[in-house]
């Protein structure tokens, strides 16, 4: 599953699952450029993985920022096959709680970002004829925790935005949506701690997963890997569940 010479693009690549997939995309030889608003633990990052590695500070919900991310990656190393659009937010409330200002902040960052960074690496991707758009969706594109009206709706939307980009730009470039169940993330971790009783709420995030455990940054990376991969080259437009069973199952029937 070699990437050698070629050149993937990490949103929100500084921490969690998009530091997952930096670290598995550079173990099999690829140029990775990390596109994050947290410069300082993105530049760690990358100078820890050495040269082929860029950081570029950027917040996929400026257009602007995005282009020029975008023109910098490709001046550096000359093109661009693999976007992941990682990057995102979660906030918690309901329809009625959700004022305008939270729900334009997670559709801004986690569905128009993914837009912006697509728009920008397509025209890229065509000029080599190949290339491939995974979008971080969710389980909750599937299900639906309480409290999550945006979150849920951007994560079910990027569904769509797959399926687009799959649909027009075939057979050349494909796209698929990843939509992992609850990984072990700062983004979870920060959530736990914010809860009443975070040990509480981190055991039954757990127990609502048939595998007894959270997944892994990693175990989503090397999913986004072997999709990007010629062995991942059959699949296009559809989601990938990697949620450890976290949508199969109703509940107890109480049956001995
Ligand atoms: N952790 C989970 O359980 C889980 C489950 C399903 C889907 N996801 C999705 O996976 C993605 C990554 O989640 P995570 O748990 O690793 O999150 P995280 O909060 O741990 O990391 C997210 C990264 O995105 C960056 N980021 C935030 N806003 C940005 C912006 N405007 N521009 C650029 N970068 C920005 C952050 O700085 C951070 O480095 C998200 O889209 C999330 O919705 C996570």
Redesign the pocket.
Same mark, same amino acid.
């Given at each position: 599953m070699s990437f050698k010479n070629k050149t993937v693009i990490v949103?929100?690549?500084?921490?969690?699952?998009?530091?997952?997939c930096v670290r598995v995309f550079h173990r099999e030889q690829a140029n990775v450029v990390i596109?994050?608003?947290?410069s300082k633990?993105?530049k760690k990052l990358s100078e820890e993985l050495g040269s082929k590695t860029l950081f570029v500070k950027? =917040?996929?919900?400026?257009e602007k @920022?995005v282009q020029e991310a975008i023109n910098k990656a490709v001046e550096t190393f000359g093109g661009v096959d693999v976007l992941v659009?990682?990057?995102?937010?979660?906030k918690y409330a309901t329809v009625t709680d959700t004022s305008e200002e939270v729900w334009d902040a997670v559709m801004?960052?986690?569905l128009k970002?993914a837009f912006f960074c697509a728009k920008y690496a397509i025209p890229e991707m065509q000029k080599q004829g190949a290339g491939i758009v995974i979008n971080?969706?969710?389980?909750?594109a599937f299900i639906s925790q309480d409290k999550v009206a945006a979150?849920t709706t951007?994560?079910t939307a990027m569904l769509g935005l797959t399926r687009s980009i799959a649909v027009d730009y075939a057979p050349e470039i494909r796209s698929v949506a990843?939509?992992?169940?609850?990984? =072990?993330?700062?983004?979870?971790? @920060?959530a736990f701690e914010k809860s009443p009783n975070p040990e509480q709420t981190r055991q039954a995030t757990i127990d609502i997963h048939l595998v007894k455990r959270?997944?892994t940054?990693k175990e989503?990376a090397e999913m986004a890997a072997f999709a990007a991969s010629e062995k991942g080259s059959f699949l296009n437009g559809h989601p990938i569940r990697i949620?450890g069973g976290i949508g199969v199952q109703i509940g107890g029937s109480g049956a001995d």
């Amino acid at each position: 599953m070699s990437f050698k010479n070629k050149t993937v693009i990490v949103t929100g690549g500084s921490k969690g699952i998009g530091e997952g997939c930096v670290r598995v995309f550079h173990r099999e030889q690829a140029n990775v450029v990390i596109l994050d608003v947290d410069s300082k633990t993105g530049k760690k990052l990358s100078e820890e993985l050495g040269s082929k590695t860029l950081f570029v500070k950027c =917040d996929v919900s400026s257009e602007k @920022e995005v282009q020029e991310a975008i023109n910098k990656a490709v001046e550096t190393f000359g093109g661009v096959d693999v976007l992941v659009n990682n990057a995102g937010i979660l906030k918690y409330a309901t329809v009625t709680d959700t004022s305008e200002e939270v729900w334009d902040a997670v559709m801004n960052i986690n569905l128009k970002g993914a837009f912006f960074c697509a728009k920008y690496a397509i025209p890229e991707m065509q000029k080599q004829g190949a290339g491939i758009v995974i979008n971080m969706s969710s389980a909750q594109a599937f299900i639906s925790q309480d409290k999550v009206a945006a979150y849920t709706t951007s994560k079910t939307a990027m569904l769509g935005l797959t399926r687009s980009i799959a649909v027009d730009y075939a057979p050349e470039i494909r796209s698929v949506a990843i939509c992992p169940g609850g990984i =072990d993330t700062p983004l979870n971790r @920060e959530a736990f701690e914010k809860s009443p009783n975070p040990e509480q709420t981190r055991q039954a995030t757990i127990d609502i997963h048939l595998v007894k455990r959270m997944g892994t940054a990693k175990e989503i990376a090397e999913m986004a890997a072997f999709a990007a991969s010629e062995k991942g080259s059959f699949l296009n437009g559809h989601p990938i569940r990697i949620d450890g069973g976290i949508g199969v199952q109703i509940g107890g029937s109480g049956a001995d």
